[in-house]
């Protein structure tokens, strides 16, 4: 049960194409987001659908598959931990962002 401690799994289409960054050390490293839809009916019987936005950031050789092969609007699965960071912008302001650091992932959907 030790692995379950941190692990997320989303099915959702990117919302941007990838992008995409080679470190000094020659890591690459892939950025991009990923909706994911839930739909339920409201009081009055309509459908209703939930868009929700994750922050999904991939490195090394699944980086690489990330550049080759994904654009916007591509459905995958992809499966990681939730991690948060923090920053400071320009002004000092001190900001933390939530993301899925992705260990595995798979192309879902109709070949282009």
């Not at 960054?21 to 020659?26: A, P, Q, Y």
């Not at 936005?53 to 699965?77: F, P, S």
């Not at 302001?93 to 992932?105: A, G, H, S």
Request: hydrophobic share 35%; net charge positive; proline share 1%.
């Amino acid at each position: 049960m030790s692995t379950l401690r941190n692990k997320v799994q989303l099915i959702g289409n990117l919302g941007s194409n990838p992008e995409i960054i080679t470190l000094e050390s020659g890591k690459k490293l892939a950025k991009f987001s990923l909706a994911t839809n839930e739909s339920y009916k409201n009081a009055q019987g309509e459908k209703v659908i939930d868009t929700q936005w994750h922050n999904i950031v991939v490195w090394n050789k699944t980086a690489e598959i990330v550049e080759k092969y994904l654009v916007k609007g591509n459905e995958v699965a992809i499966e990681g931990k939730l991690t948060t960071r923090s920053y400071e912008t320009k002004e000092g302001e001190k900001r933390y962002i939530t993301e899925v650091v992705c260990n595995e992932l798979l192309m879902l959907g109709n070949k282009q």
